[in-house]
């Protein structure tokens, strides 16, 4: 069945670096990718996403990459901050307007 | 301002009892969903509905009822024949084919 692999499980990082979040999907007529960030106890909010016919997209400290051929799509943070520190997901929509959730990243961002 | 609003923000259900869970938007979004998440865990789809008066059971419906009598209500009950029922539930919206608003959840806690 459809399925989206999100890896790593948990990423620790030093304040001011960079992290990178991969997302790996199966439905090749996947078109529309969003990214969340989940905060404790809170529901998670969209910060950026990209649809199949654009290859990378940008908002200030984060971007993301898309790959169709591989499918593949990735999180970028550059310079992250304490306040980064949340779960990250990844997700895929097709055919069907569901979206395939990944299993999350535990972003911590150590100062 | 529009928005997603879940209520209560804490809910606990005795054995045997069921529980209604309200979620209302004010987005004008024609979709709507419930998911389930489990501590440390990711998102699993209850229900969704992409218009009035029509749902479709999602990944773990079993022992959920939902209804969608308004565009802008979609109330989850979780029934007594739903064994392990404790977990933060999230509630979400969309216009269809983009990108999801959530609701900041509702943890049920059965006692």
């Known amino acids: 069945g459809e399925n989206v692999e999100q890896h790593p499980s948990t990423l620790s990082v030093q304040e001011g670096d960079s992290a990178v979040i991969k997302c790996t999907y199966s439905d090749s007529a996947s078109n529309y990718f969003p990214w969340y960030k989940q905060e404790l106890g809170k529901g998670p909010q969209l910060i950026i996403d990209i649809r199949s016919n654009v290859g990378e997209k940008k908002d200030q400290r984060i971007a993301v990459t898309l790959n169709k051929t591989a499918k593949h799509f990735s999180l970028h943070i550059t310079e992250t901050q304490p306040e980064d520190s949340a779960v990250y997901f990844c997700?895929?929509?097709?055919?069907?307007?569901?979206?395939?959730f990944g299993t999350g990243t535990r972003l911590k961002v150590l100062a | 301002d529009g928005g997603i609003t879940q209520s209560p923000k804490y809910l606990f259900r005795k054995e045997g009892q069921n529980v209604t869970l309200s979620c209302e938007q004010n987005?004008?979004?024609?979709?709507m969903y419930w998911y389930r998440q489990d501590p440390g865990q990711g998102l699993r789809l209850i229900y969704y509905s992409q218009i009035v008066n029509d749902f479709q059971k999602g990944d773990i419906a079993e022992g959920y009822s939902v209804s969608r009598e308004k565009k802008e209500s979609f109330p989850l009950t979780v029934t007594s024949a739903q064994k392990n029922p404790t977990a933060f539930y999230l509630c979400?919206?969309?216009?269809?084919?983009?990108?999801?608003?959530f609701g900041s959840g509702t943890r049920l806690t059965v006692v």
């Open positions: 997700a895929a929509m097709g055919g069907t307007y569901k979206y395939i």
């Open positions: 987005l004008n979004h024609d979709a």
């Open positions: 979400a919206s969309s216009i269809l084919r983009d990108g999801y608003t």
